[in-house]
T-cell receptor, first 116, second 114 residues
Framework: GAVVSQHPSRVICKSGTSVKIECRSL??????MFWYRQFPKKSLMLMAT?????????EQGVEKDKFLINHASLTLSTLTVTSAHPEDSSFYIC????????????FGEGSRLTVL | AQSVTQLDSQVPVFEEAPVELRCNYS??????LFWYVQYPNQGLQLLLK??????LVKGINGFEAEFNKSQTSFHLRKPSVHISDTAEYFC????????????FGTGTRLLVSP
């Protein structure tokens, strides 16, 4: 089946530094990737949608200069949290939609970011 | 716009008992429906999906769901749960056409105790 891999699964950083999270589709080409943020005991909040080769579309209230998303190829999207602060600590999950576009999304394992 | 309601934030149940997790959706057009499961500190795994055809869909781990168009529901059921089924369950909808966003419900935590 379709596999999406995220790296790193856990990252701890100091306040003010930047952190990059990678999302890769391992066995299929992903035309569209989505980045979600999940707060403790909450549902997933869509942050942005990225299509390969174009700028990401951010949801209302999400700072695009804070959360930089790059989708350089059909198998890789990256989320960079710039100048991270403790309130950015969260569980970040990516998902990918294949070329067939059956509506189903394939999710990565998630990345837990802790900002000290 | 589409929306999903999961009325139960938490459902406690004893092992080997049956369970139903409720999901209702709102949409003026046809949608695709999904149930995902999330184990602690992990991403989401697809349990089952309804795209078209038979309204009763069977998924992994013994789960099934029934699409009811008149009641706009897509409840998830399992006849006998295991301790390992303890997890968060999310219902989601998406429009069939175009590159639409997947809309999630707020989730239901299934707690299975011995």
């Amino acid at each position: 089946g379709a596999v999406v891999s995220q790296h790193p699964s856990r990252v701890i950083c100091k306040s003010g530094t930047s952190v990059k999270i990678e999302c890769r589709s391992l066995d299929f080409q992903a035309t569209t990737m989505f980045w979600y943020r999940q707060f403790p005991k909450k549902s997933l909040m869509l942050m942005a949608t990225s299509n390969e080769g174009s700028k990401a579309t951010y949801e209302q209230g999400v700072e695009k200069d804070k959360f930089l998303i790059n989708h350089a190829s059909l198998t890789l999207s990256t989320l960079t949290v710039t100048s991270a602060h403790p309130e950015d600590s969260s569980f970040y999950i990516c998902s990918a939609r294949g070329l067939a576009n059956t509506g189903e999304l394939f999710f990565g394992e998630g990345s837990r970011l802790t900002v000290l | 716009a589409q929306s999903v309601t999961q009325l139960d934030s938490q459902v406690p149940v004893f092992e080997e008992a049956p369970v139903e997790l409720r999901c209702n959706y709102s949409s003026s057009v046809s949608v695709y429906l999904f149930w995902y499961v999330q184990y602690p500190n992990q991403g989401l795994q697809l349990l089952l999906k309804y795209l078209s055809g038979s309204t009763l869909v069977k998924g992994i781990n013994g789960f099934e769901a029934e699409f009811n168009k008149s009641q706009t529901s897509f409840h998830l059921r399992k006849p006998s749960v295991h301790i390992s089924d303890t997890a968060e369950y999310f219902c989601a909808v998406i429009l069939p056409r175009g590159f639409q966003k997947l809309v999630f419900g707020t989730g239901t935590r299934l707690l299975v105790s011995p």
